[in-house]
């Protein structure tokens, strides 16, 4: 027996495999994990080796590798060196998660609507760093978080979702940025698993639905782009 999805066609007992690239603490790599339901996470690659993701993946029992900048003698040897870990590693999904490494061009046509990354912000709004200090200051009155298909520019590729959260009187920078993260960790599993599924696909550029996804979105609370 099969299932079909848009990456391919898996036998019952093969898991759809996800690669996922951190730098830090890990805290959307930890939420994957844990609300996985279609899917498996095959490797962990940080470009950081003091990351504290890679202490709780030790811990978790999942595979890790560390490609660091300092080891290769130029960035574009270093990018080579992220891609070709990746690509070893033979993902069904790649998934960014606080990977703080601009990638080169090559590596969205490798992983082309299969690509995909969470930004703390409503993209386009506040690309870049230090969006919830950002949001406070320009005045916004809604914040959140983006998941979306990666392409050559920084932050620019291909909404699939948002999760949405009010700025409220006498917010900081750090309680903004905690309320962004509890929806972080429920947006991006749930956009993991309807890739997997085959219910959101990238198809000429466009982010596509099935019935399926557009029903949890709203049920969840979670913008798509319809």
């Given at each position: 027996m099969f299932f079909v999805a848009f990456l391919g066609i898996y036998p019952v007992n093969r898991t759809p495999t996800l690669t996922v690239l951190i730098s830090g603490r890990g805290s959307n790599l930890i939420?994957?994990?844990?609300?996985?339901?279609?899917?498996?996470?095959?490797?962990?690659?940080?470009?950081?080796?003091?990351?504290?993701?890679?202490?709780?993946?030790?811990?978790?029992?999942?595979?890790?590798?560390?490609?660091?900048?300092?080891?290769?003698?130029?960035?574009?040897?270093?990018?080579?060196?992220?891609?070709?870990?990746?690509?070893?590693?033979?993902?069904?999904?790649?998934?960014?998660?606080?990977?703080?490494?601009?990638?080169?061009?090559?590596?969205?046509?490798?992983?082309?609507?299969?690509?995909?990354?969470?930004h703390p912000s409503l993209l386009p709004r506040l690309p870049g760093l230090d969006t919830h200090q950002r949001a406070i200051a320009s005045g916004e009155t809604e914040h959140g978080c983006t998941v979306h298909f990666v392409d050559s520019g920084v932050d620019t590729g291909p909404r699939i979702a948002q999760g949405v959260v009010p700025v409220l009187p006498g917010d900081d920078a750090a309680a903004l940025a905690a309320r962004t993260l509890a929806v972080e960790h429920s947006l991006y599993p749930w956009v993991t698993a309807s890739l997997v599924r085959g219910g959101v696909q990238l198809a000429e550029g466009r982010v596509r639905y099935d019935?399926?996804?557009?029903?949890?979105?709203?049920?969840?609370?979670?913008?798509?782009?319809v």
């Open positions: 939420a994957l994990h844990e609300r996985a339901s279609n899917y498996r996470i095959g490797l962990v690659i940080s470009s950081n080796s003091a990351a504290q993701g890679l202490v709780w993946a030790a811990q978790a029992g999942v595979p890790s590798q560390v490609v660091e900048r300092g080891t290769f003698p130029s960035l574009a040897a270093f990018k080579a060196g992220v891609l070709d870990a990746v690509l070893r590693s033979q993902p069904d999904v790649v998934a960014l998660a606080g990977f703080m490494v601009v990638l080169q061009p090559e590596f969205s046509e490798a992983f082309g609507g299969r690509l995909i990354n969470i019935a399926q996804a557009v029903r949890e979105a709203h049920e969840r609370g979670f913008r798509i782009f």
